[in-house]
């Protein structure tokens, strides 16, 4: 660093999660080796077996807190973190296996383990922001590299990242992609979901599935209507918005609506 200053320290961290964002750092290539140049990687064990103790300066954490190990880890994290990111859907909604919290997680232990007296888990799985202050987020399933590449270099030069909060609509507008939803009556979380895919999913005339999660403002229940009027069955709306971003709020509220809808209307 020019003047003999120290470079940043950067630690990647891993909870429950399929290691898909933390490969996103490495998917820069190039734009790896200018980041060495400007960072120190002080621990990514996804990378390498050496470490360099903490502080940190920037932590990158993927994955929710699923066990009571994690909910005491990620607080350590936070102490010795100047500037913690949840990074991908699992960090910052509780990703897939977030799906348990809609039902009776002991009964998945009872079919899935042998032994299922060994199992150590939370009855809910959530995201880092349940348990400690985080300073960005990066959302995704995984994560955008070239969104981790604006994060980084926002933050070696002291400025906020620029990272869109709108709508995939956006990103199909500006590709001129014709909306699937109007055009061929196809089922599309993209007026909900916040942009970032470059609006892969539409652009190959297929619905988005909400990889990147909620939208700055969405509204999912007044798209649940459009959906509705396509004839799609509340067990589907509910099944578009239980994926990656299942526990996020405005997706919760849209799948919960409906599995009350579907209650109701077997009463």
């Known amino acids: 660093m020019p003047g003999g200053q120290r470079k940043p320290k950067l630690a990647v961290w891993k909870f429950t ?3 898909g964002c ?17 960072v120190e990687i002080a621990y990514f064990l996804e990378a390498s077996r050496a470490t360099v103790r903490g502080p940190y300066d920037i932590s990158l954490v993927e994955g929710s807190i699923s066990t009571p190990h994690e909910a005491e880890l990620i607080k350590e994290v936070r102490k010795q973190s100047r500037f913690l990111v949840a990074i991908g859907a699992c960090a910052t909604a509780g990703g897939i296996q977030a799906l348990r919290n809609f039902a009776d997680v002991r009964a998945f232990v009872d079919i899935v383990y042998a032994h299922p007296e060994y199992i150590r888990t939370l009855r809910e799985a959530r995201p880092i922001a349940d348990y400690v202050t985080v300073d960005f987020e990066l959302r995704g399933c995984p994560i955008s590299r070239y969104q981790l590449l604006e994060l ?74 459009r959906f509705e009027t396509l004839g799609v069955p509340p067990a589907d709306i509910i099944r578009l918005y239980r994926t990656f971003n299942a526990f996020a ?12 809808t579907s209650s109701h209307a077997h009463d």
Do not use: W
Not at 22 to 38: F, P
């Open 249 to 260: 709020p405005a997706f919760r509220e849209g799948s919960e609506h409906y599995e009350q």
């Open 152 to 225: 980084i270099s926002a933050y070696l030069h002291g400025r906020q990242p620029s990272i869109p909060t709108y709508s995939v609509c956006a990103e199909c507008k500006r590709k001129g992609v014709v909306c699937v939803l109007v055009s061929q009556g196809v089922p599309c979380l993209g007026p909900v979901t916040q942009a970032g895919c470059n609006a892969l999913c539409p652009t190959y005339r297929r619905g988005c599935y909400g990889c990147f999660g909620p939208m700055e403002s969405p509204n999912p229940l007044s798209l649940g209507r």
């Open 17 to 19: 999660s399929c290691d």
């Open 22 to 38: 933390q490969l996103s750092l490495l998917d820069l290539e190039e734009h790896l080796l200018a980041i060495v140049g400007r």
